[in-house]
Structure formats: structure tokens, C-alpha cells
């Protein structure tokens, strides 16, 4: 018998599943605690009439091709030119995901003799982009400030000359915990280094008008931030903040900006009515605030911990355990998912449970005596 081409991907598969950690795609069901729909637009009424509006318009659903052909639309350069203002940059450029300009970004940017000092924990999507890239590259531990400053420092003393370029995540989306932005920007600045900012998970719900965690940074010459527009704003794509040389390299030499078909006109101009609606309506956000505190005091009496954040950890540690909890909690109606290895470090597999407007307090208090049920269970 012929060997199968796919010999080798069954026996990771089968690898996977000894491990507990085979993925499988399953439908949504039961009350949301595992969205990123932070302050429930992706369903709401308001984006569904900013849609209507927007078929009214006459706005295309496609692109019809890449930004540098016929697909850059009056929609994309009004929602850039309001973004630059909203997130108080010199320019903003649009993607259609956050992967994707994560890709551009480390892809493009960083030079041949740079270097990155990336957070350990930054997300798939920026170690993806740096693997395309031609800058060096080397991890900080978590949150350490003086970490990334003693890395660029041995780099330094290396002979390195190019430019350091800090990346981390402003709230980081599987610990729910805060980068230390001021101090990562003394370090940018003591270095001569450029700080990126992924704002993915603090979009919409930190900051003024709900402009993010690096916002009080803002403007400066050495700081670029990434918008993601899945998440807190309900829509889709993703804002790629910073000086106007940023915007205007990765329109000449970003190659998965140059090659991809251009988002959806339909959908910038949904972006910018979320980015309005997020502006006037704060009480969304002090809202969601509210329900995390009410989370945190019910997770507390069950002895774990807060992040401070919308996203609340529950490590188990152990895969198969992670997951009989989170099957219980689902049986019961509470749609929670088990993060497992590799989206999480090995030993730290964990519940990730996400406070968005879709839920009450109610909600909360059932979630949290299901929860304690079923760790005893498990």
C-alpha cells in the first residue's frame, strides 16, 4: 500500500490528542464568557443600523482589489484620517485583521541589523510577522522592564548599531495583565528604540473615548500601536497607528499590505461609526468596569485571583482537567472555553473567562457557583 501524503499530520493529530490538546470547531452555544465582544456591539442594534445606513450609501460589500489598484475607497481614508486623530497619531493605515498587520509590521519595519525585544508572551501573530522579517530578534521576560533594557544593552555591547524595536501587548489576552507602558517608553527612549504597542484587547474599553492604554503616550516620534476592531468595536480589520513614515513604508514595501485585496469599504465605514459610538457612549465602558469588579469579588470568595482586567485566568494547569471543567460549565449553559498549550505555556493550561456586556451580574453569580461546582467535581 501507497504511504498516505498525510502520514505525518495524522501522527500529530494523534500526538495532540494523547496530549489533550487536539482542537475541534464547535458552534457557539450557552451565555457569553469567552468572547472579545467586550461592549457588546458585534450584535447590536446600533452597528446593524450603521450597516443599513451604509448599504443606503451605496458602499460596496468588496474592494474589489488591492489599495494600491482600484480597492483603496474613499471609506478607507476617512476612517484612517479619523483614527489618526482618534488614537492621537501623525497616520493610521487599515487592515483587514490583526494577524495580518501584526504580519506587516514586524515584516516591514525592523531592518537588517535591528534588533526586536519582544515580551516572552506577545501574541502569535507578531512572532509570525518577525519570522518574515530581516531584524534579529530575542525575548524579554513578561512584563520586565529592566529585562528589555538589559537585553538592548548586551546588544549594544555586541557592536549592535541599527534600532532596537520594544513590542509588547498593552493588556495581554490570555493573563488579562497590564504592560508596564511608561517604564517600557523610559527604556524606548533611553535606547533610541521604537516602541510597539498591541492595543488588541484595551481598544475600546481603556482611555479616553476608549482610545487604549498607550494613549497617555501619545503623540510621540517612537511609538506605533495596532487597533484591532474584532474585538471591543464589534466589527472587524485592524488600525495600524504611528508616524507618517509608518503608514507610507508599509504602503511601499509592506508586502502583505501590497498584495492582499483591500478590506471592505462597507466595513470601514462601519469602523468609524463604532470608534463614534464607542467616543460618545463612555457609559459602556464604565459599565463593563462595573461588571469586572463584580467578578473579581465573586471569583475572590472562591480564592483565585484578579487580573484587573475584562480577561480573568483560572490556571488549572493540568489539559484533560481544564477541559472536564470547562465541558461542565458549558453543559450548564455558560459558554467558557479551556486555553491549552501552545496559546498558552506548558503546565498553565487555564480557563479563560471573559467579562463583556453581553452578561449581567446575574449571569456572573450562576457562572461562579457553576464554576466552584465543578472544580470540586473535576
Known amino acids: 500500500m501507497t504511504p498516505s501524503p498525510f502520514a505525518a ?5 494523534a500526538a495532540l490528542a494523547a496530549d489533550d490538546r487536539r482542537r475541534t470547531l464547535v458552534p457557539r452555544a450557552g451565555i457569553d464568557f469567552a468572547s472579545n465582544d467586550y461592549l457588546a456591539l ?7 443600523e450603521a450597516v443599513a445606513q451604509g448599504l443606503q450609501r451605496g458602499l460596496p460589500a468588496g474592494s474589489g482589489g488591492s489599495r494600491l489598484l482600484r480597492g483603496n475607497h474613499e471609506e478607507h481614508e476617512a476612517l484612517e484620517a479619523h483614527a489618526a486623530r482618534h488614537y492621537g497619531s501623525q497616520a493610521a493605515l487599515f487592515f483587514p485583521t490583526g494577524f495580518a498587520a501584526n504580519a506587516a509590521l514586524f515584516a516591514t519595519l525592523p531592518q537588517r541589523g535591528d534588533l526586536i525585544v519582544h515580551d516572552d508572551l506577545i501574541h502569535a501573530s507578531a512572532h509570525d510577522g518577525m519570522k518574515l522579517g530581516r531584524a ?11 529585562a528589555f533594557d538589559d537585553a538592548i544593552a548586551a546588544w549594544r555591547a555586541r557592536g549592535g548599531t541599527g534600532t532596537p524595536w520594544i513590542a509588547v501587548e498593552s493588556l495581554y489576552s490570555m493573563d488579562g495583565d497590564r504592560a508596564p507602558l511608561a517604564d517600557l517608553a523610559a527604556v524606548a527612549d533611553r535606547h533610541d528604540a521604537v516602541l510597539i504597542v498591541d492595543e488588541a484587547h484595551a481598544t475600546g474599553v481603556y482611555g479616553p473615548a476608549g482610545a487604549g492604554l498607550a494613549h497617555a503616550l501619545a503623540p510621540r516620534d ?3 500601536t495596532l487597533h484591532t476592531c474584532g474585538k471591543a468595536l464589534g466589527c472587524e480589520g485592524a488600525l495600524l497607528c504611528g508616524p507618517a513614515i509608518v503608514r507610507d513604508f508599509i504602503v511601499n514595501r509592506g508586502r502583505p499590505f501590497i498584495f492582499s485585496t483591500a478590506p471592505s469599504p462597507l466595513m470601514a465605514w462601519l469602523v468609524r461609526q463604532a470608534l463614534e459610538i464607542v467616543a460618545g457612549e463612555p457609559e ?25 482586567s475584562q480577561i480573568i485566568p483560572v490556571v488549572i494547569g493540568d489539559n484533560a482537567r481544564t477541559m472536564r471543567i470547562a465541558g461542565a460549565l458549558q453543559q450548564a449553559g455558560f459558554d467558557v472555553r479551556g486555553i491549552r498549550p501552545p496559546t498558552v505555556p506548558h503546565g498553565t493550561a487555564r480557563l479563560r473567562i471573559a467579562i463583556t456586556l453581553n ?20
Open 9 to 13: 499530520h495524522h501522527a500529530d493529530l
Open 136 to 146: 534579529d530578534r530575542v525575548a524579554a521576560a513578561h512584563n520586565d522592564p529592566q
Open 284 to 308: 459602556r465602558a464604565a459599565r463593563l468596569h462595573d461588571l469586572v469588579a463584580h467578578a473579581e469579588t465573586r471569583l475572590a470568595a472562591l480564592g483565585l485571583p484578579a487580573s484587573g
Open 222 to 224: 517612537n511609538l506605533v
Open 359 to 378: 452578561v449581567g451580574e446575574a449571569d456572573i453569580d450562576r457562572m461562579t457557583d457553576t464554576l466552584a461546582a465543578a472544580m470540586a467535581d473535576a
Open 42 to 48: 458585534a450584535g447590536s442594534y446600533v452597528l446593524n
